[in-house]
Each structure stands twice: as structure tokens, then as C-alpha cells.
């Protein structure tokens, strides 16, 4: 069995059978080993009830204040194409410096779009998939939660945007939020199923920045031109507002930061966008606002404009 100490601990290598073994008994299955998928922090499985049992291994310092029983939490979500939750567990392991969850849904109507990688090629989806997208998307927006959305496993905040945002692109830029909302928190090709439209894993949904999503898919979209240009084009409600362009500089963030892989084929799209939004949000500097002051006072005929 894994060392649980090691926040390190990627589950794509050495045995889990005892993982496994243990998630079998809890729910009362058997899962087909012959279906496993195995990413660097969760494992899935078909089972013999004709479900999908998802296994997620995450350090309790990434957990937070909220739990992380997202999937469970989710079914109160009303009108979003989602899989159905039956149930679930957890364990704790290392005196609680690790924590394990499986949950079990219902099998997901078509597969992943993009099951792992960078998306390079348009998948060719349906306008039925788009409609499903911006009716989920909107139902999704538009209901509470007390929840906190953790992307990539960290609890967002507007100081969080700005940190991320700053390191890669400086500290002049704008990055206040106006709206919250209701987001998935992981809205990217491996999540998202077609041709048939559904959303899946929502171990991190909750409030966010509004555009979170859009931002998301759009980002992870950048290696096929027309595909994030259709993303920006269903979701303009997002990606036009204010704060949707600052969802996209912090997703930006992620793909053109210090970790920038030179062979990401986002990259340059990704710098590219990066530069006109930075433009976009950059804050006066105290030159520009002498300059505007100089104009406001010569339209008001001289006088002098308080603005308190």
C-alpha cells in the first residue's frame, strides 16, 4: 500500500489493490480492475451494479473548512446535466494528514471528451452539447451554496486571484471581483462528456468569481482556434463582463506561468491573450491619471471636479 505521508504520492504508479479492496467492502461491489482509470490523484472503476466509483486521495490541508464530499453535495443541484450520486465513503489515514473518498454514480451517458491530455483537435460536438452546456451552466449560476469553490484544490478568494494573476503578470492589473456565483470549479474536456452533455466530478464546486467556468473551458481550448473562439462566443455573458475576463487571466495564469510546458500547444494563444486582457485591466499609472484629470477639468470649463 501507498505511504499516505507523502503528499507526493501519485496513484498512476505502484499498487491499489488495497485501496480498492477496502472502497469494495465499504459499498458492497466489485469493481472491474479491467476498467481502471488511474490519474495522478483518483482512481475510477465500473462496478458490477453498472455504476462508476470514483476514489480521490487528497492531503487534509487541501480539504478546507467545507469538507470535500462535493459529489454527495452536488445532488441537491437542481437542472444540471450531471451524473446520478448513490452514495459514498471516507477514511483517514496518517493520524488525519491524509484523507481517501470513493463515491459512487451513475455510469456517465457518452465518455469524456478529451479523457486526458491537451485538447489539440475540435471534437466536432452538436448544438445539442451547447445547449446542454449553457443550460447547465446557467441553472448551475444561479443557485446557493455555502460552499467555496477550490480549483485545482485551493480555496478561491479575491486574494488568491490577484496572487496568481501578479506572479505571472505583474502587479498592475485589476483584478478586483464584482460578482460570485455558483461554478463547477474544474471545467475542462476531461470533466465534460459527449456528444451527449454532462458534467462530472464536483469534488470542488462552489461560490467563485463569476466566469470561472467559461474561463476554464475556453483556456483549455486554445490549441483549436475556432473551438475557444465558439467557448467565448455561447458563454459571451461570462467572458464579456469584467469579472470573466479576470477568470480568464487567472486561467491564463496557469498555462503561461513558470510551469509553462515549451511544447504546450496553448501557449502562444495563451500569451497572446494574456497580453490584449493585461492591457485591458491594467491599472492607470499615475501619469495617465494626471492626464485624465487635465481632460475632465478642460470639459468642465476650467473648474475643478472633486470626485469624493
Known sequence: MYSSTLATVDLRSGSVDEVLDRVERALGVRLDRESLVRKRRTLGAVS????????????????????????????????????????????????GEVMWRADETELLPAPPVKAGGVLTTDPGLPDEWWIGLNSSLEALSGQETTRVATPDTVMISQRHVAETVGAVFGGDVDVSIETWTTAHADFHWANLAGPQFCVFDWEDW??????????????????VPDLAERVRRERARDLG?????????????KIAGPHAHPADPRLGPAREEAARLVAELRRPSDHEDDERGATVSSRSGGGVVSMT
Not at 464530499?69 to 496518517?94: F, I, Q, T, Y
Open 48 to 95: 458490477d451494479r453498472g455504476t462508476w466509483v470514483r476514489v480521490e486521495r487528497r492531503i487534509a490541508a487541501r480539504i478546507g473548512g467545507q469538507g470535500w464530499n462535493g459529489a454527495e453535495c452536488a445532488a441537491v443541484l437542481r437542472d444540471v446535466a450531471k451524473p446520478v450520486w448513490h452514495g459514498g465513503m471516507s477514511w483517514s489515514e496518517s493520524f
Open 206 to 223: 462552489g461560490t467563485a468569481p463569476q466566469g470561472l467556468d467559461a474561463a476554464s473551458l475556453w483556456s483549455n481550448s486554445l490549441a
Open 241 to 253: 463582463s469584467r469579472d470573466g475576463k479576470v477568470m480568464m487571466l487567472f486561467c491564463l495564469a
